[in-house]
């Protein structure tokens, strides 16, 4: 006879875990934050936990700023913070933000980064995959209400590129590698979810973005988010696009609790952008400014709708050559025509008096015949 434990339902497991603290992580910016629940009052404002958030953006916009922001204002509640960094690491400058914000009294700053800060450097993505998906016993830390997985796509782009451009030869390995990415990516985010649930915490995923051509519409070249597919759109709870103009930084919320606020190609499309600055000490500081969002190009761009055939054949691609006309007969730049026209009346009038006199000649040797 072995022993056994009871079974319990996985909603009653869920009911037994001891969910303390807030239920959302400020990120340290209160506009976004009531933009990430649609200013709902009855909602606390800030990342969800429970939720994976996704902030995308060019490099230097500002993306691990605001993730970092909301690490502090963890840290302000004496929560745990773990950090997994997945491109450039975290500097010893930034970790020194803490030394300018409002800790719990009694705590210094070293205190605080040693029983509630945890950094792991990832290497590879199937290291970041082992962490994710067979998270050893310690991970994440007990206490942990916040995750940050900061460069998501360095290390994607390397393990798993996109398929090349060119119309070179394409490898089996290379084939292979392109057709596995979504994949990934939806295995990936699945397990960032059940973590989150499971621990109760938020979980930030920073992005960078790519390039997209679309000249099928008519319209320039633009930048999207650098991750996409099905799975991982379903996964992702919110979104935050981060750019920045001449008059300063911007963040715009593009999907909240779920839903896009815009269609899924979020490309040149921002609601609401929220400016914000990077202070002295590297605090994040909410910025009032004014802003057109529309193109700085001096041109409009209109995209042209595409044309409908009424036969399934496609139209030929070749150049048609356009007829050049012609100059115009009548007309006479230099005069000859005047004269040539002179000399041919000239000619008739001698051969009709030539003939003239021909004839009377003829009549007069008939006249002396007879």
């Known amino acids: 006879m072995t022993d056994r434990l009871a079974t319990q339902s996985a909603a009653d497991a ?209 930048i999207g988010p650098g991750l996409g597919g099905t799975e991982w759109e379903n996964g992702i709870w919110s979104r935050i696009v981060v750019f920045r103009d001449f008059t300063g930084r911007f963040a715009g919320v593009q999907k909240r609790q779920g839903r896009n606020l815009m269609p899924l190609d979020p490309t040149s499309d921002v609601r609401n952008a929220i400016g914000f600055e990077i202070g002295e000490h590297g605090l994040l500081q909410p910025k009032h400014t004014t802003v057109d969002l529309t193109s700085s190009s001096p041109m409009p761009v209109v995209a042209r709708p595409p044309k409908k055939s009424s036969s399934p054949v496609k139209p030929a691609r070749k150049r048609f050559y356009e007829e050049i006309a012609d100059s115009d007969e009548d007309a006479d730049e230099y005069g000859w025509g005047e004269a040539d026209d002179n000399a041919v009346a000239a000619d008739e009038l001698t051969i009709n008096a030539q003939t003239q006199k021909e004839a009377s000649e003829q009549r007069e040797g008939n006249g002396e015949a007879t």
């Open 14 to 222: 869920l009911g037994d875990l001891d969910y303390s603290g807030a239920s959302a992580i400020s990120s340290g910016i209160s506009y976004l934050d009531n933009s990430l629940t649609g200013n709902n009052p009855a909602a606390i404002p800030g990342f969800e936990r429970g939720k994976v958030a996704e902030i995308w953006g060019p490099a230097g916009a500002g993306k691990t700023a605001i993730a970092f922001q909301a690490a502090v204002e963890t840290l302000k509640a004496c929560d745990t913070v773990t950090w997994l960094d997945c491109s450039s690491l975290l500097t010893a400058p930034r970790l020194k933000v803490l030394e300018h914000a409002e800790l719990p009294e009694g705590k210094s700053t070293e205190r605080v980064l040693q029983e509630h800060f945890r950094h792991l450097a990832v290497s590879t993505f199937s290291h970041l995959l082992a962490v994710v998906l067979q998270p050893p016993a310690l991970f994440p830390p007990t206490g942990t209400t916040l995750m940050v997985v900061d460069g998501i796509e360095a290390l994607l782009n390397l393990d798993y590129p996109r398929m090349p451009y060119g119309g070179g030869n394409r490898t089996d390995q290379q084939k292979w590698q392109a057709g596995r990415r979504y994949a990934i990516l939806g295995t990936l985010v699945t397990a960032l979810s059940r973590l989150a649930v499971l621990h109760n915490m938020a979980v930030i995923v920073t992005t960078g973005c790519g390039s997209k051509m679309r000249a099928d519409d008519g319209m320039p070249a633009a």
